[in-house]
């Protein structure tokens, strides 16, 4: 079971760090992505790493702001996010791609999301 934690409610210009973890198995042989939903609009990629941590993509809107990384003995993909704005306001979802491949295919399975809110 995948699961998004790290959420919670910040004003903008403030930054958080997303932590998306396993239970059960390990997550160090797949890529991981990040997407986010908003109220009211569609999911939307957020970024991804592959299963060795050495290629990364992100939603071009958001480079520079976001950076994903992970952490193979803790069992952890992290994504920290800086300079947050209200357009950030989402809860963003971890999800695993079972295929190996860059950028991968699809996702196969999803993790519970954790509320981001960015808010004055």
């Known amino acids: 079971q995948l699961q998004a934690s790290g959420g919670g409610l910040v004003q903008p210009g403030e930054s958080l760090r997303l932590s998306c973890t396993a239970s059960g198995f390990t997550l160090n042989s ?3 992505g990040w997407f986010r939903q908003a109220p009211g609009k569609e999911r939307e ?3 991804a790493i592959s299963w060795t941590g050495g290629a990364t993509s992100y939603r071009d809107s958001l480079k520079g ?3 994903i990384s992970r952490d193979s003995a803790k069992n952890t993909v992290y994504l920290q996010m800086t ?3 209200p357009e950030d306001t989402a809860i963003y979802y971890c999800a695993l791609a079972g295929l190996r491949g860059w950028p991968p295919p699809r996702y196969d399975y999803w993790g519970q999301g954790t509320q981001v ?4």
């Open 30 to 32: 797949y890529a991981i």
């Open 45 to 47: 990629f957020v970024s």
């Open 65 to 67: 702001r976001f950076t």
């Open 83 to 85: 300079s947050l704005t």
């Open 117 to 120: 809110t960015v808010s004055s």
